[in-house]
């Protein structure tokens, strides 16, 4: 028997019309995540005796119990079982939580992962909204639009920052396990790419084209996903592409993709590079996890991840980044990427690939260690991760020019990147 619900039990008022909404510092109740505290999503399988359909746990404080304003930490663990759900289907699941989430009048999500962001408006707060209704929410939306996928679901949301730290720990294995499905996968061992246009309701005439070597900006969709997705749902976000013939073979153009992207973003974006961030770059939207940007003077690129909050060498904070070049437009010079994308072979390969890559955040090296030492490798210079300067380094063009100079850093021998 298939479980049919029709209503989303909360106690405020629910729909797409408040997608767009925002949540002002005045007007704030409590926050989750966004760098002060850690928000994570994740959904996992289980067995059919392991999930009791509709339950919801809160384990850890609520948010009427910190003081106006205020943060703290949170997991939400979704748990799926049925007989046809398939681990492929959990990425999907969790996705939605951005959307149906910020659906929630009063309430604004962002990000994805373990770099979540939920802001709870006071209104929403006194309306009785309270962590719970985030389970019951996601319950009742998962039955409704997926519940051909599953047959149970429940909830688990904790608030106790040790508790939350351990299931990021795990659940990071699971993101870096999904990312690595895509490894062995280059674009031209496929004819087929696929669009998500889940971020439009944000940013219109956004649309991201997922190869299996760019895989999508937010880093929660890459090309394996984006499939199962539209064999979930043939008629969703998620479209088969054929990506025709290239017409650039540098920066990665092909005509069956420029006239898919032209249709969806209503003729707003007439052609998009797979791999350049100078030439007809893809729209960036505000969910994406790292920013790159070119930096003149050093001849390369620059890239900072959302969780760095402090100065870069173009001058901007990943925040006034963001407001710059994730309104779904194309900024030649800008481009929302993946932290995985990173050292995916066809980085950013139409402008220098890699090499180009004179700067990052300390904590963004130190995350991507391993990949980027292969890759290094791969290219030539074991080393690049030990030229790339970081912010102990400088934050400045200026300050960081001889740093690079004295490691030798490839970039300054390439051609002029302008
Ligand atoms: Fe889809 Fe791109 Fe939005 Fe990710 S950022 S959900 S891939 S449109
Ligand atoms: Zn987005």
Redesign the pocket.
Known sequence: LKVVITEVPIPTAFGPAFEGERVRKDELRSQCGGGKTLAVEWVTSKRMDEVEDGKVELFGPDLDSVKEGGGLPLAVVVEVAGRNFQPDFEPILE?QM?HLVNYVQGIMHMG?RDIAWYRFGKAAVEKGFRLEHIGKLLHAKYHQDFGTIFDKVQVKLYTEKEKVDEIAEQARKVYAERDARIEGMTDETTDIFYS?????SFAPT???V?SPER???????NWMD?KASYEINPTG??QPVAKGNMTDERYGKFDGVDAFVQKASRQAINTVSFYSLLVDPMTT?G??ECIASVLPMCNGVMTVHRDYTGETPCGMKFTTLAGTAGGGLQTPGFV?HSKYNICQRKYLVGDGGLLRMVWMPKSLKEELRERLIKRGEELGYPNLIDMIADETVGVTEDAIYPFLEEKGHPALTMESIL
Do not use: D, E, F
Not at 196 to 200: G, I, R
Not at 215 to 221: D, F, H, N, P, R
């Open positions: 996705r951005h994805q998500c246009t889940l971020c439009q956004h649309v991201c997922v895989t999508g900006l937010c880093g929660a969709y984006c976000p998620n939207c969910c994406c929302g």
